[in-house]
């Protein structure tokens, strides 16, 4: 645990914006999101976009700690709970979809990233994983949803657009945020009510010590 370095307020902040907000900072810890593209229905989208900006307009960045905190309670969480629901087509419930997903988490593993935990649900992927600095992390999820979006298509005999455009993720600011967002990640299967097989779940040898 003392190998890894944490979101550190006073060290250089990389701020870049699609439709989401995303802070980087070089070799640290990320808690990351992504999505299938029809994994929140558009009635629940709108209304969490319009909300969003609504709250936006009002909580001008760079955020205190305390605003990134609400951000994601109000924002973040909403979708999580939205994605468990099992909206969507849920392809990655399937094993051999899915399989895709883990071999491109895994195949650059102590290259791009160091992987610490990560999870494979029906219509959604966390990941927690140190940034090497030399990979911005919009490359990371570029060639992430790249890889397997055109393996699942050619697989699923599908065309079109596959994974959400965006993604949502976070700088873990501490020991006792890193060890939740393990248990969340671990525990993301079991609160959706997965049974074994609809998901795939990887812990690397420090995640599976955290209790």
């Not at 029809?38 to 709108?46: E, F, G, I, S």
């Not at 055109?150 to 596959?162: A, E, P, Q």
């Not at 060890?179 to 990887?202: D, F, M, T």
Request: net charge positive; proline share 4%; with cysteine.
């Amino acid at each position: 645990m003392d190998e890894l370095r944490f979101f550190n307020p006073y060290a250089e902040i990389r701020f870049t914006a699609n439709r989401l907000p995303h802070w980087q900072q070089e070799g640290a810890v990320y808690f990351v999101t992504f999505r299938l593209a029809d994994a929140v229905p558009h009635n629940l989208r709108t209304r969490w976009e319009s909300e969003r900006e609504a709250w936006l307009r009002v909580h001008r960045q760079p955020w205190s700690a305390e605003v990134e905190r609400e951000y994601h309670k109000r924002f973040s969480g909403a979708i999580e709970r939205w994605l468990d629901a099992g909206h969507g087509s849920c392809v990655l419930q399937r094993q051999d979809c899915a399989g895709f997903v883990a071999e491109a988490l895994s195949h650059f593993d102590g290259e791009r990233v160091a992987q610490l935990a990560w999870v494979v649900m029906p219509n959604h992927v966390h990941a927690v994983f140190v940034q090497n600095a030399a990979w911005p992390l919009e490359r990371i999820l570029l060639s992430w949803k790249g890889f397997t979006a055109r393996k699942i298509n050619v697989l699923l005999g599908s065309t079109g657009t596959f994974w959400q455009r965006d993604y949502f993720d976070r700088l873990v600011r501490d020991e006792k945020h890193f060890r939740n967002c393990v248990r969340y990640i671990r525990r993301n299967p079991e609160k959706a009510h997965l049974k074994p097989g609809e998901y795939i779940l990887y812990e690397s040898d420090m995640a599976k010590q955290i209790e």
